[in-house]
């Protein structure tokens, strides 16, 4: 491999001294995507304990008794070992403040992780050694392409038995049009794994993070002897060579762009490469980037405090009926005690205790800036896709409603319960986790969904802290669809004409349902002059 090559790696990592960096500039605000089970848990554990946040990692799946996993905080999530709501935490690693947005990786919560991925400037993508991309990496991955986030790919697992690195590398490409480059290289999977090479320190290491050897050029290792004699390396060399001589070269613009990630091979359960990703995250990770927004995007660096809420949670403590909204700051120096304005309503909120986040324990935020996620309490005042800033009329752009795949009635055991379940419903829809109907003829309340699991929550949560048992069944609609017209007469008799048909979503917005795909397209059809929409900006 020629020097040069690997000298990129290096130079590439050289940022300015974080002493002369302005504080957003000093943020790295980030996920982690990945399909269920690839170990997206289990690496959040082992970033925060490698950067110094927390004692020791706790894995997914634990024994009775054990400690859990301390990113996923709701009962439903420790006993299944998945994460069904996105998890903030806020800490410290060599001079930034890193924010890491912990999202679900079951498919049914496809919402909250688009929501989430609107609120961060990086995406580190974890794929399974064995599996290679499954469907909701790649899911996640368009997700992420629509706003060219910038992606660092972590391929974990490596030691079990898995698909080799570089059919891996192919496979990655050609599934997600993505161009990689690596920076860590492992020695053997499986059994073999004997640790990596990592290009940018330019040294191969055990698995127990010990430096066997360094190097200027590749091929310096073949003079050391219990590298040479050592066929799983001679191996991973040779493909090692193979990679580097058909990859690209590292390009941090091209990184920033969307369409270059840096690929590192280990293992988060063993804390393998663990480290490293940090590293890599620390120096190549984007700054706060400019938030798109109308009339025009927000500018970091702008002076006027913005920023918008991408999540609502209530009852992160059953003890106290609480409801925080999840802002992410876009610009200005926010401080505790200012009023901000609530574009969607036009109201002011003095916004005096907002909170850092560790999971679900929380600190008071005495200031915050660009990048930082800060949780603001309120009593429903603030809904998923508000806007707030110092006064000036902006909307910040690109969090969507998806339209439900399932649909259904909510029914009520007890009758007397009326009142608990009309709140717990407006409050979980204001979360986003579940969209909420009342229909226009009778008084059905109607629940939307993504996936089962959706309802399992829902429910599991409307009684758990609401104290209300309810039950779902089927309505006889499968497809819900918003309903819009440049002519407000046409929608007018379209709403009289499918009376039967029609409800009202939270915002009082109107909503076709059809029996299935078939009587939509009729509808479509027959009505010539309302458009059918399948996602609408949150506003």
């Given amino acids: 491999m020629p020097k040069d090559s690997m000298s990129t790696l290096s130079v590439a990592a050289e940022a300015r001294p974080r002493a002369e960096l302005s504080p957003f500039q000093t943020r790295r605000t980030f996920a982690i995507i990945s399909h269920p089970d690839a170990g997206k848990t289990t690496l959040t554990e082992r970033l925060l304990a490698a950067a110094g946040a927390i004692q020791s990692a706790g894995a997914v799946r634990g024994k009775a008794g054990q400690r859990s996993t301390r990113s996923d905080w709701m009962e439903m999530e420790q006993q299944r070992g998945i994460s069904i709501t996105s ?215 702008d002076k006027k405090v913005t920023g918008f809420v991408f999540k609502v949670q209530a009852n992160m403590d059953a003890n106290h009926r609480d409801r925080i909204a999840f802002v992410r700051l876009c610009s200005g120096k926010f401080e505790r005690g200012m009023r901000l304005k609530n574009v969607r309503s036009g109201k002011d909120m003095a916004v005096s205790n907002p909170m850092f986040f560790f999971g679900n324990n929380r600190e008071l935020a005495e200031e915050a800036v660009a990048g930082d996620i800060v949780g603001i309490p309120n009593h429903g005042t603030l809904s998923v896709g508000d806007t707030l800033t110092e006064g000036a009329n902006i909307n910040v752009t690109g969090i969507p409603n998806f339209a439900p795949e399932i649909i259904r009635r909510v029914r009520l055991t007890d009758a007397m319960k009326t009142k608990q379940m009309a709140k717990a419903l407006t409050d979980l829809s204001e979360e986003g986790v579940t969209q909420v109907f009342r229909r226009m003829v009778g008084a059905d309340w109607i629940v939307g969904v993504v996936g089962q699991l959706q309802l399992e929550v829902l429910s599991s949560r409307v009684a758990k802290e609401y104290g209300v048992p309810i039950t779902f069944e089927s309505l006889g609609y499968e497809v819900a669809r918003w309903v819009e017209s440049d002519d407000p007469e046409e929608l007018k008799r379209f709403i009289a004409a499918q009376k039967v048909n029609m409800a009202e979503d939270r915002t009082e917005a109107p909503v076709f349902l059809a029996q299935n795909a078939w009587w939509a397209d009729r509808a479509k059809q027959d009505w010539p002059k309302i458009r059918f929409l399948t996602t609408k900006e949150r506003h």
């Avoid at 679900?104 to 290679?132: N, Q």
């Avoid at 938030?291 to 970091?300: K, T």
């Fill in 87 to 301: 998890s903030v935490m806020t800490f410290e690693y060599d001079g930034l403040t890193l924010n890491l947005l912990d999202t679900p990786g079951h498919s049914d919560f496809s919402e909250d992780t688009y929501r989430t991925l609107t609120a961060v400037d990086a995406a580190i993508m974890v794929i399974d050694a064995a599996k290679g991309i499954e469907a909701q990496t790649l899911k996640l991955f368009e997700v992420c392409r629509l706003r060219d986030i910038p992606i660092i790919t972590f391929i974990n697992k490596v030691d079990r038995e898995g698909i080799a690195p570089l059919d891996l590398i192919d496979e990655i490409q050609g599934k997600l049009a993505l161009d990689l480059t690596p920076v860590l290289w492992p020695i053997g999977m499986g059994v073999d794994f004997g640790g990596y090479i990592d290009l940018l320190e330019k040294r191969v290491v055990t698995p127990a993070g010990k430096t066997l050897a360094e190097f200027d050029a590749l091929e310096d290792l073949l003079e050391v002897p219990a590298l040479a004699d050592n066929p799983v390396f001679m191996t991973a060399l040779e493909t090692l060579e193979m990679a580097l001589a058909m990859l690209p070269e590292f390009d941090l613009q091209t990184f920033h762009a969307g369409h270059l990630s840096p690929v590192l091979f280990g293992s988060a359960l063993k804390g393998v490469s663990v480290a490293e990703l940090l590293r890599t995250l620390g120096d190549w990770g984007p700054e706060p980037r400019p938030q798109p927004a109308l009339p025009a995007p927000i500018d970091p660096s």
